[in-house]
């Protein structure tokens, strides 16, 4: 990747019929308008750079534009450089060229789009509904801007066409969609000889919420509000990946205080998610101690958020143009030790039940996904590290006050339940320490600034590394303080796939440990 440039990207989009080409080398990116006809053979020249598709979007801009627009974010796994692309479909073209035979990534967004907005990928393998449940009515596309309500939601009956593994001793069980506990819906289904799992099959898309289409109608002031809902655990991370966007659409440029607040910030939310993850991991062992102590130790960071912001999940923290509510103003410095002394406590409780030999041999060579696989499948975050992808967007596309923070990205190879977990705890050192350096170089001065208006027509990219991985939102501005589209990928939509691969050659015991240490979010997903 060392000879591919902004400069190289620029000419690649010129000899490919793009026009329009716009160079911003503080953003790493290229932006191009493409033909359609000339997708493929774009996507492929790309491909030869290992440059993939991360984002692929649509919007309905029929109204101003007369046509649908499709949008598509090319860029290696580290994320920079970055192409962004846009394909055009006129009048009465409800179709495009399917890149699913050459992104795993681009064949789900495309089967998004497709339920989404009506737009068939041409050469799509795999056609099923992914985000919307077959009971919804033929011909209802909840994104098209001229869309009416309809409550004809029925259930006819007809079984969802799922893979079908056959053979002597082969048997299906199926878990969910409805669990026993508090966890949000999703199907399991697995075919199994014996104990051990041969193929497993998931069905998410039961808590659908419409998110994309509340940016549109919301008032833009409650925006922040909805972005930091969409994964309740990610609440930091989502609203700062928005307001990166609509900061970039109204050339707002929040302070360099706000900058290390909102580091801070992120990493709290990274630490707390990933102490409670480890004892979750430790207890699906029979290791009851070990997940006692971390859930104890999670407690005191969750109250650590509410005396720093106001809110136990750190609510309210980011706003648009900088940092507001308690956080603003909070003692940093007594923060930073508190995290030191409970990353201490953790980093001993996770030695010592990684000492205990039942618990080690539940870990070691448990859902392994090759770094072949992981790759192929386009996998990212968290998952990825533990699977060989060097790819961290802090380290390689920098926001907030990363580009001035010492920053570790932890890789390990083998890619199994253990490697997850040992992400995990470097991950909780590292955030100490970013902690400690936001505390110390934050200083004094004004948190936030006013946002300004939004530039009608601009569209933007917020790309953030939330704690299981990198968390994009695509929006598109239709006035001073109005949204016309928001494109939200929570890195989950990117991982569940790997899942299935990951728990095959398992016992059936081992996935609940496979599945907690992927630990993905269903509302994430299911937007």
């Given at each position: 990747?060392?000879?591919?440039?902004?400069?190289?990207?620029?000419?690649?989009?010129?000899?490919?019929?793009?026009?329009?080409?716009?160079?911003?080398?503080?953003?790493?990116?290229?932006?191009?308008?493409?033909?359609?006809?000339?997708?493929?053979?774009?996507?492929?020249?790309?491909?030869?750079?290992?440059?993939?598709?991360?984002?692929?979007?649509?919007?309905?801009?029929?109204?101003?534009?007369?046509?649908?627009?499709?949008?598509?974010?090319?860029?290696?796994?580290?994320?920079?450089?970055?192409?962004?692309?846009?394909?055009?479909?006129?009048?009465?073209?409800?179709?495009?060229?399917?890149?699913?035979?050459?992104?795993?990534?681009?064949?789900?967004?495309?089967?998004?789009?497709?339920?989404?907005?009506?737009?068939?990928?041409?050469?799509?393998?795999?056609?099923?509904?992914?985000?919307?449940?077959?009971?919804?009515?033929?011909?209802?596309?909840?994104?098209?801007?001229?869309?009416?309500?309809?409550?004809?939601?029925?259930?006819?009956?007809?079984?969802?066409?799922?893979?079908?593994?056959?053979?002597?001793?082969?048997?299906?069980?199926?878990?969910g969609p409805v669990h026993a506990g508090i966890i949000e819906p999703g199907h399991f289904r697995f075919s199994v000889e014996g104990e051990t799992i041969v193929n497993l099959e998931t069905r998410l898309g039961f808590v659908h919420k419409g998110v994309e289409k509340l940016f549109e109608?919301?008032?833009?002031?409650?925006?922040?509000?909805?972005?930091?809902?969409?994964?309740?655990?990610?609440?930091?991370?989502?609203?700062?990946?928005?307001?990166?966007?609509?900061?970039?659409?109204?050339?707002?440029?929040?302070?360099?205080?706000?900058?290390?607040?909102?580091?801070?910030?992120?990493?709290?939310?990274?630490?707390?998610?990933?102490?409670?993850?480890?004892?979750?991991?430790?207890?699906?062992?029979?290791?009851?101690?070990?997940?006692?102590?971390?859930?104890?130790?999670?407690?005191?960071?969750?109250?650590?958020?509410?005396?720093?912001?106001?809110?136990?999940?750190?609510?309210?923290?980011?706003?648009?143009?900088?940092?507001?509510?308690?956080?603003?103003?909070?003692?940093?410095?007594?923060?930073?030790?508190?995290?030191?002394?409970?990353?201490?406590?953790?980093?001993?409780?996770?030695?010592?039940?990684?000492?205990?030999?039942?618990?080690?041999?539940?870990?070691?060579?448990?859902?392994?996904?090759?770094?072949?696989?992981?790759?192929?499948?386009?996998?990212?975050?968290?998952?990825?590290?533990?699977?060989?992808?060097?790819?961290?967007?802090?380290?390689?596309?920098?926001?907030?006050?990363?580009?001035?923070?010492?920053?570790?990205?932890?890789?390990?190879?083998?890619?199994?339940?253990?490697?997850?977990?040992?992400?995990?705890?470097?991950?909780?050192?590292?955030?100490?320490?970013?902690?400690?350096?936001?505390?110390?170089?934050?200083?004094?001065?004004?948190?936030?600034?006013?946002?300004?208006?939004?530039?009608?027509?601009?569209?933007?990219?917020?790309?953030?590394?939330?704690?299981?991985?990198?968390?994009?939102?695509?929006?598109?501005?239709?006035?001073?303080?109005?949204?016309?589209?928001?494109?939200?990928?929570?890195?989950?939509?990117?991982?569940?796939?790997?899942?299935?691969?990951?728990?095959?050659?398992?016992?059936?015991?081992?996935?609940?440990?496979?599945?907690?240490?992927?630990?993905?979010?269903?509302?994430g997903n299911d937007l």
């Amino acid at each position: 990747m060392s000879g591919v440039t902004l400069d190289v990207l620029a000419r690649i989009a010129r000899d490919g019929g793009a026009t329009d080409v716009a160079e911003d080398a503080a953003r790493g990116r290229v932006d191009c308008r493409l033909p359609a006809w000339e997708l493929p053979a774009f996507a492929d020249r790309l491909t030869a750079l290992a440059l993939e598709p991360q984002l692929v979007a649509a919007a309905d801009t029929r109204a101003t534009a007369g046509d649908f627009t499709l949008v598509y974010a090319f860029a290696p796994p580290t994320h920079r450089p970055m192409l962004t692309a846009r394909v055009a479909l006129g009048p009465g073209r409800a179709s495009f060229a399917s890149l699913a035979t050459r992104s795993f990534a681009a064949s789900r967004f495309e089967r998004e789009i497709h339920d989404l907005l009506g737009l068939v990928p041409v050469g799509h393998p795999d056609p099923r509904r992914l985000a919307l449940h077959q009971f919804w009515p033929q011909g209802y596309y909840p994104l098209r801007r001229d869309v009416a309500p309809r409550t004809d939601f029925t259930d006819a009956g007809q079984p969802f066409p799922f893979r079908r593994v056959e053979g002597d001793g082969v048997f299906e069980i199926t878990v969910g969609p409805v669990h026993a506990g508090i966890i949000e819906p999703g199907h399991f289904r697995f075919s199994v000889e014996g104990e051990t799992i041969v193929n497993l099959e998931t069905r998410l898309g039961f808590v659908h919420k419409g998110v994309e289409k509340l940016f549109e109608t919301l008032p833009f002031e409650r925006a922040p509000e909805l972005a930091e809902r969409i994964s309740g655990d990610t609440s930091v991370g989502h609203a700062l990946a928005f307001c990166e966007a609509v900061e970039a659409i109204a050339g707002c440029r929040p302070p360099a205080r706000a900058g290390w607040l909102r580091m801070l910030a992120l990493e709290l939310e990274r630490l707390y998610n990933h102490v409670g993850d480890v004892g979750m991991i430790v207890n699906d062992t029979g290791y009851a101690f070990g997940h006692a102590h971390c859930f104890r130790l999670r407690e005191e960071l969750l109250r650590l958020n509410a005396r720093l912001s106001g809110h136990r999940l750190l609510r309210g923290a980011v706003v648009p143009g900088g940092v507001g509510g308690p956080l603003a103003s909070a003692a940093l410095a007594t923060a930073a030790a508190d995290v030191e002394r409970i990353v201490g406590e953790f980093l001993d409780i996770a030695r010592l039940s990684l000492d205990n030999t039942t618990v080690l041999e539940r870990l070691l060579g448990t859902g392994r996904l090759t770094h072949r696989t992981a790759r192929e499948m386009q996998v990212v975050g968290l998952v990825g590290r533990a699977s060989g992808i060097d790819a961290d967007a802090r380290r390689d596309a920098p926001f907030a006050a990363y580009a001035q923070a010492p920053l570790h990205v932890p890789v390990y190879d083998t890619g199994d339940v253990w490697a997850r977990t040992m992400v995990r705890l470097d991950e909780a050192r590292q955030s100490a320490a970013l902690i400690r350096a936001a505390a110390q170089a934050a200083g004094d001065g004004p948190a936030r600034v006013a946002l300004g208006e939004l530039r009608a027509g601009v569209d933007a990219i917020g790309l953030v590394e939330g704690w299981r991985g990198p968390i994009w939102h695509w929006v598109t501005a239709a006035g001073p303080a109005a949204l016309a589209r928001v494109k939200v990928v929570d890195p989950s939509f990117r991982n569940w796939p790997a899942l299935e691969y990951a728990v095959l050659k398992n016992i059936v015991p081992d996935f609940p440990l496979c599945n907690k240490s992927f630990n993905l979010s269903y509302s994430g997903n299911d937007l």
